[in-house]
């Protein structure tokens, strides 16, 4: 090759990489908090990337305990029945904000730290809920009276200076929450969620609309900017709705929401759960493509599986008609020191699980070892 001849090929390979650039530019994006770290910002593009092709399938507290164990080196009832484990799993914050060594279900904190981290390695995506108390009565996350306490947190008011130093106790244990090569491990945080229902202080009745905005936007902006916590993609969520006014009525805004989605329980008849999940799941749609957000099946369950074929019968026929990045089930707690039973996925053993079995092997539907191969948080745009 002349000297003529390399310069215009060198000139043309620096063509080539600009517009790769340039591409990569164009198809990659920032997630709400503009300070990201590399590896949210991957997740982010990733799940958007990934969305139109398959759902993942979470689970709370799967590492932890099941149905009749706890505390198991590997062990988890997704494992037992499927021989994978979940593509994304879930954990839950509530009394971190009171310095308890345990969370509200009995996990403890240091425990769940070995739990996302091996989760993370794996290749699964991490999301995380906070049923905190009620930091004006004291009671817990389920104490809706009086109807002052969301407004008593804001600025200027009386548990303002509690709610800041419980959001100090959040952004400490996330910054734990690190990977071998010292980078934090991004995680979906999912706080106030179900806020169009009265059950929780911060929900329905309890507040003003533009009360939990401003809460939910305090609370992003304090944990980002106050604390310089910024591995968090934020999932804004909501229960049961209708129609779009009534999911956007307290949506705190484009920039404060990465995920949106809703929880969901089967309580009734078959039909009546497929017509309500079918319905939302097609306003979150196209709300979720208006708005730039990735629509996402934040909880999910049929309490205790009284039906043996209901994830090939009735969830996956609806899963499959819509764009969802990821589908969590409740947690597997078994026999609660109330006498009740809790479980929303098989155990070994169980009546549905070979129906889960199946469920599970729907090209659509991905485990961790499916997700693993997308390589999640490493930059896969093209
Ligand atoms: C609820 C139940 C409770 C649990 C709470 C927080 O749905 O599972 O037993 O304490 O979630 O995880």
């Known amino acids: 090759m002349n000297k003529s001849a390399k310069y215009v090929s060198g000139l043309l390979l620096c063509f080539c990489l600009m517009l790769q650039y340039a591409s990569a530019q164009k198809q990659s994006g920032l997630p709400c908090d503009k300070k990201a770290t590399q590896e949210t910002i991957h997740l982010y593009n990733n799940l958007k990337k990934v969305l139109s092709e398959g759902i993942m399938i979470g689970h709370q507290d799967d590492l932890a305990y099941g149905v009749n164990w706890e505390y198991e080196d590997g062990r988890s009832d997704v494992k037992d029945v499927t021989g994978d484990y979940p593509a994304v799993m879930g954990f839950e914050l509530g009394r971190l904000e009171l310095d308890h060594a345990a969370n509200l279900d009995g996990v403890p904190f240091d425990k769940m730290k070995g739990f996302i981290k091996d989760a993370y390695q794996q290749g699964s995506v991490i999301t995380i809920s906070w049923h905190l108390n009620n930091p004006l009565t004291g ?22 200076a509690l709610y800041n130093s419980w959001l100090d106790k959040v952004a400490a244990f996330f910054q734990t929450l690190k990977g071998d090569k010292g980078e934090y491990i991004p995680i979906i945080f999912r706080p106030f969620h179900e806020l169009n229902g009265s059950w929780f202080w911060w929900g329905g009745k309890n507040c003003t609309p533009d009360e939990i905005k401003q809460l939910y936007q305090y609370t992003e902006k304090y944990l980002r900017d106050v604390k310089g916590v910024h591995h968090l993609l ?27 989605g809703f929880d969901i329980y089967q309580r009734g008849t078959n039909a009546a759960f497929m017509k309500d999940a ?14 730039n957000k990735i629509p996402a099946l934040t909880e999910f369950g049929y309490g205790n599986l009284p039906d043996a074929t209901w994830f090939t019968s009735t969830l996956l026929p609806v899963l499959k ?40 092997n729907d090209a659509q539907i991905w485990l961790q070892q499916d997700i693993a191969k997308k390589k999640l948080y490493v930059n896969n745009i093209p």
């Open 234 to 260: 934020y999932a804004f969520n909501t229960d049961k709705f209708y129609t779009a006014d009534e999911f956007l009525e307290r949506y705190p805004g484009d920039n404060y929401a990465d995920i949106i």
């Open 139 to 160: 009671k817990t996350a389920w104490d809706p009276s009086p109807k002052e306490t969301v407004a008593s947190i804001l600025p200027g008011g009386s548990t303002n």
């Open 321 to 360: 008609k819509h764009k969802i990045s990821y589908a969590l089930a409740w947690r597997n707690a078994g026999a609660k020191q109330d006498g009740s039973t809790e479980f929303y996925l098989p155990y070994k053993g169980h009546a549905a699980a070979g129906d889960f079995v199946q469920f599970c």
């Open 278 to 291: 079918d319905n939302m799941l097609s306003i979150l749609d196209s709300i979720a493509l208006a708005h």
